[in-house]
């Protein structure tokens, strides 16, 4: 019996040297897809990561997602990632 292996997507964020946040995230399926940081900084693993929780959470990152399971990565600011407001039922 055979089971398809799980796709993950990991997500780093990007930190400058002296402990600031550049507003870049990355979502990556391969390792060898993680972009170059920018001078001065690295990225750092998101350990509390959820792609299925983010994804119910946030739904514009149905379309990040995608993108990272065909090229291996996107990276994205920070701000481009908006977070709607769950929606009330009335």
Known sequence: MSTKPELLIDRYVEWLSRGRLTGRITYVTRASD????????????????????????????KAI??????????TV????????????KY
């Open 34 to 61: 993680m972009p170059h940081p920018q001078p001065g900084a690295e990225w750092h693993k998101d350990k509390d990561f959820d792609a299925a929780a983010e994804l119910r959470r946030r739904p514009v990152l």
């Open 65 to 74: 997602f995608t993108t990272a399971i065909k090229a291996g990565s996107k």
């Open 77 to 88: 600011r920070e701000e481009a990632i908006e977070r709607r407001p769950a929606q009330e």
